[in-house]
């Protein structure tokens, strides 16, 4: 081989050795209030989905749950974008009926009662957006105090005399939302 062509394939080699780096990718590091999910039923091998959110969860890390989410003040249930609710078939909040699709989720906390409020936007950052014209329906549920602290901000679904209540749970704090078929 002449001198001329090795040189070129090393070169070569080379060039291409450096160029796999240059198109690799950045991925972010892991979120500080990941994102999480809850369903009704649970079990992701069950084809009659009811019910689900998208949430993220925040921590306490020794901070007051009225830092995070004042009183009285429009929250979006959660860290990042505004909670994402999914009902698979028409359910009622309360005496309001709310037809099968997508919305927001968000709650005003109050020492002894939340008002749940399903809206119909979506894709919202926090609840710096939120307008109250965008209401579907709107709910005052009970404050009641649960004996183990919940480091990260919590949801789950339980079935309980004809509803499905979707469980709120930071800290001490506990809000069950009632969701009728």
Known sequence: MKKTTVLSIITFSFIM???TNVGAQKFSKLDKS?????????????PNKLIKIVYSRPQLKERAL???APNGKVWRLGANEAAELTLYKDMKLGSTSVKAGTYTFYAIPGDKEWIAIISKDLNVWGAYFYNEAND???????????GESLEAFSI??????GSIN???GWGTTR???????
Do not use: C, I, Q, W
Request: cysteine-free.
């Open 17 to 19: 050795l450096l160029s």
């Open 34 to 46: 990941p994102m999480d999910a809850a369903a009704f039923p649970s079990s992701y091998k069950d």
């Open 66 to 68: 009225s830092k995070l």
């Open 136 to 146: 579907v329906a709107r709910l005052s549920v009970p404050v009641t105090s649960g």
């Open 156 to 161: 789950a679904f339980e079935e309980a005399n």
């Open 166 to 168: 979707m469980h709120l």
């Open 175 to 181: 809000v069950a939302v009632p969701f009728t078929k």
